[in-house]
């Protein structure tokens, strides 16, 4: 097994320290890394399992009655065999690239993984349509047979969707330009950031920067730092804001003309469904927020006091307010999570526990891993593998954390069904951010001296900050660009000036310089997966922190409440969730301003503590 044991004899008493290895175990899934013989035997067994379930498919025809449930059952089985295989491989794969970006072989069996993967989507495209060929009458016994009703939510859902769509031939076409088209356009915002690059003199010394690490330069210490990089990056997408607008116009003008074809007016249509969410609850979360900016633009007001500027900048909003010196090692680290975990409840202090102990975890810090954090599922072994980089600060710590809750969330959903388990974007940041959450607040509380205390109360308010205010900006844009390209090309003037408006906005008049071409600089806006890949952030965060009140109140007991709800979080809307769970109505206002007022509580702290700084 996985930890090595250092005991040591003192004062008479046997002390055992457990050692927590900071390299993950992936050779019991398969032996050998990329190269692994037993790896390519599961690959070429998944194109057999693929092959036998297309073939299954060419003879499934529309249900007509009752007693067609076991056709559909064997499909479902058939879905889970070939997709879980297909995740195990591409999870096992993510992680041999995640731990060495330079290994060739892995990125082949990206490759490879992935056209297994468009083959599955056009099955269960095949799958949906059927199903949603199944007149209502025939489908409304077929739901309620014993058999199927464990999945009539999903299977419903995916009638409705079907449904919404145009003919088979029509999303075929609209699939197969996407390729080059859609996608395309997605792929070129890569290639054009790859290019770009920035000289930023630090330390007294100019060097080139790539956009990744010009970014990052935002937290430096030196102010003329943080102010050059911006200023750098600021004119190299001003250099090529032409290129960004044409990419940006015709991935939104692609996804506008597929929508118009389909006949959906709202752009917000698809992200609402994806996040199985309702307009109402989404209005009344920003409303929630927007009520309660002032707080918010207080914390900025102190702070650009503390960094020595006349108004909050933009160049200056990562800026840090003091100089964390605190080192915590892994060991310390792990412990101090079970430590706290373990408060909270009995179950996830065990499974974690596990998961330090049977190698889990990828933390060490060394050359050619990949930036960031992950948690990936291992759906054949019922296990995760949680990635990161550990560098012994404890912002590394409540990373840590929050990937910890993601496997936490795998491990409760494990007595479901494959079909069960897929939850949106929205809810897939409940149980991580809670974890984070539990640490984040315990490590406040606990730190030791009055600095170490500012900078990990900052570093919780920098969170809301980016959820209320960032993020808030992001979708204000994203919804009034897409509005504007309904009627046209929205030149790049128009796209700053909207960018501009938006921060404005949502930073509650609180800043000074903002930032116009963001709309440029961040990816999100690009990806073609995920319309919309902002609001889910902020609803997960506020949804978790709810759920975090009520912990608190409740104890040690809340434990399994907490399990069931994690359990239902892929089989009914977040209204229905949030109301069977936790007795709370999310289309209103007061829902969210409980998890908001938590957020306040510590820029009162804050502009407390940094009273005589000011
Ligand atoms: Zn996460």
Redesign the pocket.
């Known amino acids: 097994m996985v930890f090595s044991e250092n005991s040591g004899g003192r004062g008479g008493k046997t002390l055992t320290i457990k050692t927590y290895s900071e390299v993950w175990d992936l050779d019991v899934f398969f032996k050998g890394g990329s190269a692994s013989p037993e790896l390519r035997e599961h690959l070429d067994e998944l194109k057999l399992e693929l092959d036998t379930f297309e073939n299954s498919l060419s003879a499934f025809e529309v249900p007509q009655s009752e007693a067609d449930a076991e056709k559909i059952v064997s499909i479902i089985e058939g879905t889970k065999q070939v997709a879980e295989s297909l995740s195990q491989a591409g999870a096992v794969v993510g992680c041999y690239l995640a731990q060495d970006t330079t290994d060739k072989q892995a990125k082949l069996l990206q490759g490879e993984i992935g056209s297994l993967g468009a083959r599955f989507s056009s099955s269960m495209l095949i799958v949906q349509q059927q199903l949603s060929k199944i007149e209502d009458n025939v489908w409304s016994t077929l739901s309620n047979n014993s058999h199927l009703k464990e999945f009539a939510y999903v299977l419903s859902e995916w009638r409705d969707e079907a449904k919404e769509l145009l003919s088979e031939k029509e999303e075929d076409m609209i699939t197969a330009l996407g390729v080059d088209g859609y996608h395309g356009w997605g792929q070129m915002y890569d290639l054009l950031i790859g290019e770009i690059k920035v000289r930023v003199t630090v330390d007294g010394e100019e060097k080139e920067f790539s956009v990744g690490q010009a970014s990052n330069l935002s937290s430096h210490a030196d102010a003329k730092v943080r102010k050059e990089s911006y200023e750098a990056l600021e004119q190299a997408w001003t250099d090529k804001e032409e290129f960004f607008a044409k990419t940006l116009n015709h991935m939104a003008g692609f996804r506008l003309a597929v929508y118009n074809k389909r006949g959906w007016d709202s752009v917000l249509k698809e992200p609402l469904q994806m996040n199985r969410m309702k307009q109402e609850t989404l209005d009344a979360m920003w409303g929630a927020i927007s009520a309660h900016k002032a707080p918010f633009v207080d914390y900025l007001k102190r702070k650009s006091e503390l960094v020595g500027a006349d108004a909050m900048h933009w160049y200056d909003l990562d800026a840090p307010v003091t100089e964390s010196t605190q080192k915590v090692s892994y060991q310390e680290g792990a412990e101090f999570i079970l430590q706290h975990f373990g408060k909270f409840g009995p179950e996830l202090e065990e499974f974690s526990r596990q998961a330090f102990e049977d190698e889990w975890i990828e933390a060490e810090d060394r050359p050619n891993k990949r930036p960031g954090g ?2 990936t599922g291992m759906p054949l072994s019922q296990q995760s593998r949680i990635f990161m980089t550990y560098s012994g600060t404890m912002s590394n710590v409540a990373t840590l954390a ?2 910890l ?2 496997a936490f969330h795998s491990y409760a959903l494990r007595p479901v069904h494959w079909m069960n388990r897929q939850y949106a974007m929205g809810v ?2 409940t149980a ?2 809670f974890a984070e959450m539990i640490v984040a607040d315990a490590a406040v509380k606990e730190a030791k001296t009055a600095d170490e205390k500012l900078a990990l109360l900052e570093d919780k308010i920098q969170r809301s900050v980016a959820f209320f205010m960032n993020i808030h900006a992001r979708f204000l844009f994203e919804t009034r660009f897409y509005e504007e390209r309904k009627k046209g090309i929205v030149p790049a003037t128009r796209l700053n000036s909207l960018m501009e408006e938006a921060q404005r906005e949502a930073f509650g008049d609180g800043l000074g310089d903002v930032h116009p071409h963001f709309w440029a600089s961040k990816l999100h806006f690009y990806i073609t997966e995920v319309p919309f890949y902002n609001f889910p952030y902020t609803f997960g965060y506020l949804f978790s922190l709810s759920i975090y009140a009520k912990a608190i109140e409740e104890g040690n007991s809340f434990e399994e409440k907490y399990i069931s709800l994690l359990r239902d979080t892929a089989i009914m809307s977040v209204e229905n969730l949030a109301m069977k769970h936790l007795g709370e109505d999310i289309t209103q206002h007061a829902f969210w301003e409980k998890g908001i007022a938590l957020c306040v509580k510590d820029v009162e702290e804050f502009l407390e503590l940094t009273s005589s700084k000011g």
């Open positions: 992950f948690c929050h990937e809750g993601h897939a940041e991580s951010t």
